[in-house]
């Protein structure tokens, strides 16, 4: 069942996008440690203290994104399995609103758009001690009618909330679900370089159910069932990382049928082949990485995931950004 605390942070962070800001910067202060460590994905990226965060992330997305709102898919809490310890909160959420002003460098449309975000926070008491989220701004350019890749691979879309609507917080021992996830990860690891194929992910007895749903970030996009999964995301994304590792995370939690993850980076990996139109650099990369899983009847049911693709092509000499408004 949840608890007080974690519905009373929910409901602060869902304060933080209400139309008066000095009720909105109350909540931001009661949520948030005053020296709260932030982390964002690029081009923010690290950030000490409320005040700084604030001016530099806050304040800009509520100027851009006009009248936006918080829209949790998933929010859930744990504690983490991890080295670091301590209780965590996983959220996949949306800020929706309309995209009136510019973003970053990225233009505006003047139209509606979901900004989806991937959150982890570490809790103490009442306030959150450390903070890590994915802004997901490729895809809000492509919302924006820029889409700097041009969608190459799965099918871009809006995340849609879990198929049982169960994903606020939904109480329940979550250990046999971050079992589940350990398990697929620690076989999915290992791979045939012919074949790309992997250990018990599919089949009798597999890790994944077989009307498994994988929605992507921008520029990978969605797909359906595994051979969707692995045509759209794993053979390219392989075939130019063919020696990638994973692992490497600061949070592992579980809470019933749902479990998430994160690395801060996660992978290392060296490009050795084209990606998303880019050709190989040759160079030592490291990517930013947030899953959230649903599980049902012992198998992953939908996996939402977020990664920070501004970084990474960053790594690879290319603005995203500078990339997106010349196509206007």
């Known amino acids: 069942m949840s608890t007080a605390r974690e519905l009373g942070i929910k409901s602060k962070l869902e304060a933080l996008w209400g139309d008066d800001i000095a009720a909105?910067?109350?909540?931001?202060?009661?949520v948030f440690a005053?020296?709260?460590?932030?982390?964002?994905?690029h081009p923010v990226n690290d950030i000490a203290g409320c005040d700084a965060a604030w001016e530099a992330v806050y304040l800009p997305l509520r100027a851009a994104l006009r009248h936006a709102r918080r829209r949790d898919e998933v929010f859930i809490a744990g504690q983490n399995r991890r080295s670091v310890g301590g209780t965590w909160i996983a959220a996949l959420t949306?800020?929706?609103?309309?995209?009136?002003?510019?973003?970053?460098?990225?233009?505006?449309?003047?139209?509606l758009a979901f900004l989806r975000s991937g959150e982890f926070y570490r809790i103490e008491g009442d306030c959150i001690i450390e903070a890590r989220i994915i802004l997901d701004l490729p895809d809000l350019m492509r919302q924006a009618g820029r889409d700097p890749f041009g969608g190459r691979l799965g099918t871009e879309m809006l995340f849609p909330g879990p198929a049982t609507h169960d994903g606020i917080l939904p109480g329940g021992d979550g250990?046999?679900?971050l079992d589940l996830i350990?398990?697929?990860l620690g076989d999915l690891h290992v791979y045939d370089p012919k074949t790309g194929t992997s250990k018990g992910q599919t089949g009798v007895g597999g890790y994944w159910a077989d009307d498994m749903l994988w929605y992507g970030p921008g520029g990978i996009?969605?797909?359906?069932?595994?051979d969707g999964f692995t045509r759209d995301h794993r053979a390219p994304f392989l075939a130019a990382f063919p020696d990638r590792k994973g692992g490497n995370h600061y949070a592992r939690i579980g809470q019933g049928n749902y479990a998430a993850i994160s690395g801060w980076p996660s992978m290392t990996m060296t490009h050795t082949g084209d990606y998303l139109g880019v050709p190989a650099t040759r160079k030592a990369l490291t990517l930013r990485v947030m899953d959230f899983y649903r599980c049902a009847d012992g198998q992953i049911a939908e996996n939402w995931v977020c990664l920070d693709y501004m970084d990474l092509m960053a790594q690879m000499g290319v603005d995203l950004i500078a990339r997106s408004n010349a196509l206007a």
């Not at 949306?94 to 139209?111: D, E, K, M, Q």
């Open 94 to 111: 949306h800020y929706v609103g309309t995209l009136a002003g510019p973003l970053f460098g990225i233009t505006a449309s003047n139209r």
């Open 24 to 30: 909105a910067r109350q909540a931001f202060d009661a």
């Open 34 to 41: 005053a020296d709260c460590a932030f982390h964002f994905s």
């Open 221 to 226: 996009g969605s797909n359906y069932r595994w």
């Open 175 to 177: 250990t046999a679900s």
């Open 182 to 184: 350990e398990a697929m």
